[in-house]
């Protein structure tokens, strides 16, 4: 399971819209509208690499009224929970 923290800048009047499409994608789990120097962050999880680029060039930043995404893809999680069960939830 290979999980990408999607930072999204998005037209201001649109953020709700593009939220609720954001978070129909299949692969995106979150999105979570934030302050600061991006609008809203997306939380992808997916089986591979390959996988990525379906979901975050080919649906995410194609949605109406994204205007730019910033992608960090996550090594490692540092938790008091158990992170590996909650993620697998629903996977095979």
Do not use: Q, W
């Not at 649109?14 to 302050?35: K, L």
């Amino acid at each position: 399971m290979i999980t990408a923290i999607v930072m999204i800048k998005a037209e201001v009047a649109r953020i709700p819209e593009v939220a609720e499409a954001i978070a129909e994608i299949g692969g995106v789990s979150e999105v979570y509208s934030v302050t600061g120097g991006v609008d809203l962050i997306a939380m992808v999880r997916v089986r591979g690499h390959e996988d990525l680029a379906e979901v975050i060039p080919g649906r995410v930043n194609k949605v109406p009224g994204v205007l730019s995404s910033d992608t960090h893809i996550a090594f490692h999680a540092y938790s008091n929970h158990d992170l590996e069960a909650a993620f697998s939830l629903g996977m095979e």
